[in-house]
């Protein structure tokens, strides 16, 4: 089955402990991102990959990493987690930005 | 960078009657238009996508219609069912997608 899981689905943390999301897609897609989903806010990008070469920030990239050492994964990285990182996030996969994304069920992150 | 405003952010509807949900959009350089629904506790999922070179596409009971020279897109649902309850997202790629802030829909049977 075509899908993108991510892991895990929810994780309470406390401020400045590191901790990493892990996203994986078995659909061969060269494109990768994450998202974060605040109430009213709707869905903004963190970062993307292009493909294995490249990555970028997007628009809310301040406090997180991310890397993308092969196709198949795109960890998003939080060094030193505040409560403002608090939500909703999603990564997402699709053969490149202009064909339609597939998305993870997501992780919802609480920062105390 | 590529703005997207979407209307309205809540929408209640009788089963059976139709829902329209409204996007504009900033940059007239995007050229693709997807539309996502998220049920609760799971991921968005496309439902229906449009490209710049065409005004209107059809799927079932869903369509979307795009006007490029006012810069706006809309997704009507017909003949709606309790199964449609969910968040609808619209989307605008230029370089990249941009995201549309979503719209509650209930259908109350």
């Known amino acids: 089955e075509a899908q993108v899981t991510q892991n895990p689905r929810y994780l309470i943390t406390v401020t400045g402990k590191k901790l990493t999301v892990t996203c994986s897609q078995n659909?061969?897609?060269?494109?990768m991102s994450w998202y974060r989903q605040d109430p009213g806010l709707g869905l903004r990008q963190i970062y993307y990959s292009m493909n294995v070469e490249v990555t970028d920030k997007g628009d809310v990239p301040e406090g997180y990493k991310v890397s993308r050492k092969e196709k198949r994964n795109f960890p998003l990285i939080l060094e030193s987690p505040s409560p403002n990182q608090t939500s909703l996030y999603f990564c997402?996969?699709?053969?490149?930005?202009?064909?339609?994304?597939?998305f993870g069920n997501g992780t919802r992150l609480t920062v105390t | 960078g590529e703005n997207v405003e979407q209307h309205p952010s809540t929408l209640s509807v009788q089963e059976g009657d139709s829902a329209v949900i409204k996007c504009t959009y900033s940059d007239s350089a995007s050229n693709y238009f997807p539309w996502y629904k998220q049920e609760l506790g799971k991921g968005p999922q496309l439902i229906i996508d449009i490209r710049s070179n065409v005004g209107e596409k059809k799927d079932q009971r869903i369509a979307v219609t795009l006007n490029k020279t006012a810069k706006h897109f809309s997704l009507h649902i017909t003949e709606t069912q309790p199964e449609d309850s969910a968040v609808y997202f619209c989307a605008a790629l230029y370089q990249k997608v941009t995201f549309g802030t979503g719209t509650k829909l209930q259908v109350i049977p």
């Open positions: 659909m061969n897609h060269e494109y």
């Open positions: 997402a996969s699709s053969l490149s930005p202009g064909f339609p994304l597939h």
